[in-house]
């Protein structure tokens, strides 16, 4: 309850306080290319409920019909203003109405596509049971995930392989240990990772460490080793197939 009101509350601040802002990204989004400015991309959320999430648009038109849902930094299908956007999450500021009407939370598991979440496992299920967010651990920890899939070949399944392993399991953690000073905690690290990605890496792990994470999360938060191959949450496989 005290969750949905303060996203209620700051959303609706929000709103008013950005509207220039979101006005002026509108404009300069469609005089690129005189298309919409917002990408509106069918999500999976609470207890698999779908609904319409709203982002500017960074990508070119109907670049969905490539049928690749992963996306690396040096994706030809990101505009030249995308890839601004993207850097500094402008894309995701209209995501706030998501959250006004109640199918989005500041805090919380990044929403997926439905053939992601079709591939969850059991355990993985656990990130169904909350409102997906803007920003939680994950969000923060693989905030260059488009440069972590760079010159990838197969976008999606490197995404299954390197960072749903460990972006799940950051996911769940948050589920299981949630509550609204984390909620604030994570919201305030967030604006610190845009002016210092080292430094919000270092108060996650903090975070982590005072609520008694287990080693592998505490040291993978760090991001000081190359990621490998590993099992999603409540499998002892690694990921071999997207099909």
């Given at each position: 309850?005290?969750?949905?009101?303060?996203?209620?509350?700051?959303?609706l601040?929000?709103?008013?306080?950005?509207?220039?802002l979101?006005?002026?990204?509108?404009?300069?989004i469609?005089a690129?290319d005189?298309?919409?400015p917002f990408y509106?991309?069918?999500?999976?959320g609470?207890?698999?409920?779908?609904?319409?999430?709203?982002?500017?648009r960074?990508m070119?038109?109907n670049?969905?019909?490539?049928?690749?849902d992963s996306?690396a930094?040096?994706?030809n299908?990101?505009t030249?203003?995308?890839?601004?956007?993207?850097?500094?999450?402008?894309?995701?500021?209209p995501?706030?109405f998501?959250?006004l009407?109640?199918?989005?939370?500041?805090?919380?598991?990044r929403p997926?596509?439905?053939?992601?979440?079709?591939?969850?496992?059991?355990?993985?299920m656990?990130?169904l049971?909350?409102?997906?967010?803007?920003?939680d651990?994950?969000?923060i920890?693989?905030a260059?995930?488009?440069?972590?899939l760079?010159d990838?070949n197969d976008?999606?399944?490197?995404y299954n392989?390197?960072i749903?392993?460990?972006?799940s399991?950051?996911?769940?953690?948050?589920?299981?240990?949630?509550?609204?000073?984390?909620?604030i905690k994570?919201?305030?690290?967030?604006?610190?990772?845009?002016?210092s990605?080292?430094?919000?890496?270092?108060?996650?792990n903090n975070i982590?460490?005072n609520?008694?994470?287990?080693?592998?999360l505490?040291?993978?938060t760090?991001r000081?080793?190359?990621?490998r191959?590993?099992?999603?949450p409540?499998s002892?496989?690694?990921v071999?197939s997207?099909?």
């Open positions: 309850m005290i969750k949905r009101l303060f996203d209620l509350v700051v959303s601040l929000l709103i008013v306080l950005l509207s220039p979101l006005i002026l990204f509108s404009i300069i469609w690129k005189w298309h919409s509106i991309a069918t999500r999976v609470k207890n698999k409920k779908q609904f319409k999430m709203i982002k500017f960074s070119i038109v670049a969905d019909e490539s049928g690749v996306t930094v040096n994706d299908r990101i030249s203003l995308g890839n601004f956007i993207r850097k500094y999450k402008i894309d995701e500021l995501n706030i998501n959250i009407k109640g199918e989005m939370s500041f805090v919380g598991p997926n596509v439905k053939r992601e979440t079709d591939l969850y496992t059991k355990e993985e656990k990130l049971s909350v409102q997906p967010g803007i920003t651990f994950a969000s920890v693989f260059d995930e488009g440069d972590i760079k990838s976008p999606d399944l490197d392989q390197l749903r392993p460990w972006k399991r950051l996911g769940i953690f948050y589920v299981i240990n949630r509550t609204m000073v984390l909620d994570l919201i305030c690290v967030t604006v610190i990772a845009i002016i990605k080292q430094n919000a890496l270092k108060k996650i982590l460490i609520l008694s994470a287990e080693d592998k505490i040291e993978i760090k000081e080793n190359q990621l191959p590993y099992p999603p409540g002892d496989s690694i071999t997207r099909l």
